[in-house]
Each structure stands twice: as structure tokens, then as C-alpha cells.
């Protein structure tokens, strides 16, 4: 178990520098403007022990020592520049990163396709857009500029606290690893802690969606305080785990200061034992490059000291945000190296006019090993040709629509558009020759105008109303209290399903498409519904090449050919068997 936490967290934390590494540029300006700041600081050092060594022993006047006042608050507004610019510079190595890894999970999110999609809890994957990518910030922003800083600051202080006192470098030396081991003893344990409490944050997540989503049903069946409660539990475990990464990052704080402090405190019982005679080594003197030690130098000792523990206190402290960000990577890294089930992109674009479709010998299986979903599969529909599939439900027929559209790829045989493999296609080509009006349709949150512009983005309020009018939705789109810009609210929860569908098919008359494909359009519909949607169907489909998964008779009337599907196989029905069909009702 240990081997494979490790693990994993070598592997999160390589592929998190190859994620920075884009933004490389802003991070090592952090880097820069820390390492003059801390040159400022030495400088500042030194011209505050010399202010008062040489107003105390050598009774200087404060007009005298004005000079070096004023190169002292030059020096600090120069480290408070630097600090602004070092800042500023680490959030924009930050946002650029997560701005480009929300790009790429977004991107490939669109490329593995709704197969991968429906079969994930749409919280959880809300919970890796969101709060995984943004728990990257302290790593990108403090963790990675911190660890460079750690292993320069501190040397650049040593060299120069060399030059005065051997015994007192020799002690930051040695006391310097005490902090970065207690960083790794209790930074292990936050690993694990921080990938319990993602997890714990991702089922939050999913569940509360799918409560918020299902309420209705659940008041129906007076189930609402019951999932009352398993939120709250669910809210306490998170509460739970969240506490625990706490305790564990303050823990870790506490330490770190404790052998910081105590550091500290062995540098300065060296300077008071020095200077009280107890000891005597440490010193340069004698050695002709040095003299002995004076306030001068104690003092620029012990204002160097914590500045000296300092950086490698800040990435213990950031090292915290570094086990965060190894725990949310490891999902993120996840979604982006999923195997993508969709049909391959090729470049070939298909030349305007009509498109035949073909499945040639297709087979499918959702995992290799697993029983076929699909088998042998041999279809044609002719350009202009309406074809309908029916057969019960679970055989496929959704799955081979998956197929036509490229969002599933066949584990045998090929799909042909008008005889090129759909493989060869460019895929986003192939997808504007398609609409697809589904039995569930997705209305987003916004205006009727703006979930109609989908289908066409530069179409005229004019081509709106029409394609309204087309898809017989005319006349309740003119009862809406402000016509096209009324708000449809969340899944279009203020219009009926008969409503919905009409609006489907208004967006597939905006997108006039040569392929129409249909999965159960008028599922859910009562018959006055059906009806108006079905006269739509029969305006929509002229003149194009459709594919019709129904079970309603007055849809496979409008067919020009019926197959049925059975057990992961398809056979065309002749007129006797279509009549028959036709008349007994469709199975």
C-alpha cells in the first residue's frame, strides 16, 4: 500500500512540473525577484548592525549615520517592489496553468464524447473542473518557486555568514535538514489525507447534484428528509476529513518552528558563550583573512539567522499545498490520459450533397473481453432515404447511433460515409453534416434565443421564428412573456416535454442538415404532442437522409424502410412483415 502511495505521488508530482513547465518563465521571475530580495536583505542586515555598532562604540550621530538610514529604506522599498513583482509573478505562472489545464480537460472532456460522459456522476466531474484544478494554485504559486528559493537563499545567507564566523555557518549547516526531514515525516501523511478528503469532496459533490436533481421524484415518494440526512452525513464526513488535513498542516507548522527556534537559539548560546569567554573558536582570526568577533558581526549573525531558517520553513509550510495538489492531480491525470472511445479524426471533409450511410459488418463491445453489444451489424440507408429501427429496449440501438455520430468506435468493421470510412473524416466536418434530436434534450440555462443559436450562431431573429414555425413551436414561443428572450430556466423547467422536443427539432431545422438521426423524438409525448411533433418530422426529414429509432407507429408510418433489431442484430422487414408491424404495433 505504501509502495503504491508512493507511487502515485512520484508519478502526480512529475506530471504537475511537466503541467508548470508551460509557464516556466513567470515562476523563474518569482525565483529571481526572491534572490535580490534576499541580497537586499543581507545588505539591509548590514547596514542595521552597523548603525548600531557604530552609534553604541563608536558614538556616531544620528546626522552622521544618515546616510546609511536612508540606504536602509531604499533597500526596503526595493525587497517590497521585488515582493509585489514576485507575487504578481507566481499567480501569473498560476492562472495560466490552470487556465490551460481546465483548456485541455475541457477539450478532451469533448473528445472522449457523451459514452464516456453519461457513464460519469456529473458532480464529480464538476468537482475535478473546479475545486481539483484550483487546489494546483499553491503548488504552482508558493510550492514550486519555494523549493528553488529554499535550496539558493539559504546558501547565498551561509557563504556570506562564512566570511565572519566559521562556528556559527557551521551550525546553520548542520541544523538546516532538521526542517526539510520534518517536512517529508509529516508531509506523507498528508498525502494520504488530502486524497481521502478529495474523495470524500467528489462523492459530496455527485450526491448533492443528483439529490438537486431528483428532488421532484423524491417528493413524490416523501423521500426528501431522508436524503436530508445522508447529505448531512456525507457533509460530515467531509468536515471530518477537512479537519484532519488541518490538524495535519498545523502540526507540521509547529514543528517546523520548533527546530527552527531551536536552531536559532544554539546560534545565539554560541555568540553569548563567545562573548563571555566560555569558548573561543569559530573566529577567523589568526588565519589572516578575519579578525575577531565583534557586535558587529553577532548582530548581522542573529538578524540573518531566521531569515536563514526562513525559506525552508515557508516550504515546509507550502509543502502541504504540494501533497494537496499530488492528490487532486491524480484525477485530472486521470481524465486526461482515458483511452478515447470515440472513432479517430481524420482530415478527409465530405463534398456538398446528399450522404448515404453504411455499417459494414460492425461489432461493439464496451470493454474487450465483455459480450458484444453489437454483432455483425450490415446497414444502409440511401441519400434521402428514411430508415426506421425498432426493437426493445437495450439491444443497441442507441449504441449504434453512438456509432454513426463517431462518439463510439466499432470494435469490428467500419461505418461509410458515402463510402468513406468515417475514420477518414475530419470529425468536426462530419458532425455539422448531422442533427440529432434525442429523446432527452438538453436546454441550458439562458434564454430560448440563446439555446436556439446553438444549432445556428449567425441566424436571424427572422430564420428563429421560421425554424419555430417549421417545428410547429411558433405558437407557444409567441405566448412567452418576452418572445425569444425569455429565460427557459435550469433543463428548460418552464416549458412541457411536448414543448422541449419542438424546440429540438426547431434547432435541427436551424442546422439543416443533410443527416437527421432520431432516438425516440416523441418518446413521453401524449398525443397531442406527438401529433404536432410528428407533423414537424414529417416537414423536417424531406429531402434527407434519416435514421429513426422509435417504437410509435406514427413514425414508422412516415419510413421508407423498417428494420428490426434483436440481441445485437439487424434485419430489414419486407412489406408483408412491415404491414403486419404496422398493424399490431411495434415491438
Known amino acids: 500500500m505504501q509502495q503504491r502511495v508512493r507511487d502515485a505521488d512520484r508519478t502526480g508530482k512529475g506530471w504537475l512540473k511537466r503541467v508548470a513547465a508551460t509557464e516556466r518563465r513567470w515562476i523563474q521571475l518569482a525565483v529571481v525577484s526572491a534572490l535580490i530580495s534576499g541580497g537586499l536583505l543581507i545588505y539591509q542586515a548590514h547596514l542595521l548592525a552597523s548603525v548600531i555598532y557604530l552609534g553604541l562604540f563608536e558614538h556616531r550621530s544620528l546626522e552622521q549615520l544618515s ?17 509585489v513583482l514576485r507575487e504578481w509573478s507566481a499567480q501569473r505562472a498560476s492562472i495560466g496553468v490552470r487556465r490551460q489545464l481546465r483548456h485541455q480537460l475541457l477539450q478532451k472532456l469533448a473528445r472522449l464524447g457523451p459514452a464516456y460522459t ?14 481539483r484544478i484550483e487546489a494546483l494554485d499553491g503548488f504552482i504559486a508558493r510550492y514550486l518557486p519555494q523549493v528553488a528559493l529554499a535550496a539558493m537563499l539559504p546558501l547565498v545567507i551561509l557563504s556570506f555568514v562564512l566570511t565572519l564566523n566559521w562556528a556559527a555557518a557551521l551550525i546553520f549547516l548542520v541544523t538546516a535538514p532538521l526542517i526539510p526531514l520534518a517536512m517529508m515525516l509529516v508531509g506523507r501523511r ?9 474523495r470524500t469532496l467528489a462523492n459530496l459533490s455527485a450526491y448533492f447534484l443528483d439529490v438537486v436533481q431528483g428532488l421532484g421524484t423524491l417528493k413524490l415518494f416523501n423521500r426528501s428528509k431522508f436524503q436530508h440526512k445522508i447529505l448531512a452525513d456525507n457533509a460530515e464526513a467531509f468536515r471530518s ?8 498542516a498545523f502540526l507540521s507548522s509547529a514543528v517546523l518552528e520548533l527546530f527552527a527556534v531551536v536552531s536559532m537559539a544554539l546560534v545565539a548560546v554560541y555568540l553569548a558563550y563567545h562573548f563571555t569567554g566560555l569558548v573561543s573558536f569559530g573566529t577567523w582570526s589568526g588565519v589572516g583573512i578575519g579578525t575577531e568577533l565583534t557586535l558587529y558581526h553577532a548582530l548581522v549573525i542573529l538578524i540573518l539567522a531566521p531569515e536563514f531558517y526562513l525559506p525552508l520553513k515557508e516550504l515546509g509550510t507550502h509543502y502541504h499545498a504540494r501533497q494537496e495538489a499530488v492528490a487532486a492531480a491524480e ?10 472511445k470515440t472513432t479517430q479524426s481524420g482530415k478527409r471533409e465530405l ?3 446528399p450522404i ?64 468513406i470510412p468515417l475514420s477518414e473524416l475530419e470529425r468536426d466536418s462530419w458532425l455539422q453534416k448531422v442533427a440529432w434530436v434525442s429523446q432527452q434534450t438538453t436546454l441550458f440555462p ?14 436571424s431573429d427572422e430564420q428563429l421564428l421560421d425554424a419555430c414555425r417549421q417545428s410547429s413551436a411558433l405558437e407557444f414561443v409567441e405566448r412567452l412573456p418576452q418572445g425569444l428572450d425569455s429565460d427557459l430556466g435550469e433543463m428548460g423547467s418552464r416549458l412541457s416535454a411536448g414543448q422541449i422536443q419542438r424546440l429540438a427539432l426547431a434547432r435541427a431545422f436551424l442546422k439543416d442538415a443533410p443527416v437527421l438521426l432520431l432516438d425516440e423524438p416523441t418518446a413521453s409525448l401524449d398525443k397531442d404532442s406527438e401529433d404536432q411533433v410528428l407533423k414537424a418530422l414529417a416537414e423536417l426529414c424531406k429531402g434527407r437522409t434519416v435514421l429513426l429509432i422509435t417504437h410509435r407507429l406514427g413514425s414508422m408510418r412516415q419510413a421508407d424502410q423498417v428494420c428490426r433489431m434483436n440481441a445485437g442484430e439487424v434485419r430489414m422487414l419486407d412489406e408483408d412483415e412491415r404491414k403486419l408491424l404496422l398493424a399490431g404495433g411495434a415491438s
Do not use: C
Not at 67 to 83: E, H, M, N, Q
Not at 331 to 340: A, F, K, P
Not at 446 to 456: K, Q, Y
Open 351 to 353: 463534398p456538398p450533397g
Open 190 to 198: 498528508a498525502a494520504e489525507a488530502n486524497r481521502q478528503n478529495f
Open 331 to 340: 484525477r485530472l491525470q486521470e481524465i486526461l490520459e482515458q483511452e478515447e
Open 118 to 131: 453519461q457513464g460519469e456522476r456529473s458532480g464529480e466531474l464538476s468537482s475535478a473542473l473546479l475545486e
Open 446 to 459: 439562458g434564454t430560448l434565443r440563446e439555446n436556439l443559436l446553438l444549432a445556428a450562431p449567425d441566424a
Open 67 to 83: 546616510d546609511l538610514f536612508l540606504y536602509y529604506l531604499a533597500a526596503l522599498a526595493g525587497r517590497v517592489v521585488l515582493s
Open 241 to 248: 476529513k477537512t479537519m484532519q488535513v488541518l490538524r495535519l
Open 356 to 419: 448515404s450511410l453504411e455499417l459494414d459488418q460492425i461489432s461493439f463491445s464496451w470493454h474487450p473481453g465483455q459480450q458484444e453489444v453489437l454483432q455483425n451489424i450490415n446497414l444502409s440507408i440511401e441519400a434521402g432515404q428514411m430508415l426506421a429501427l425498432v426493437g426493445p429496449s437495450g439491444v443497441g440501438k442507441s449504441t449504434l447511433m453512438g456509432l454513426l455520430l463517431g462518439f463510439l468506435r466499432p470494435s469490428a468493421g467500419e461505418v461509410r460515409i458515402n463510402g
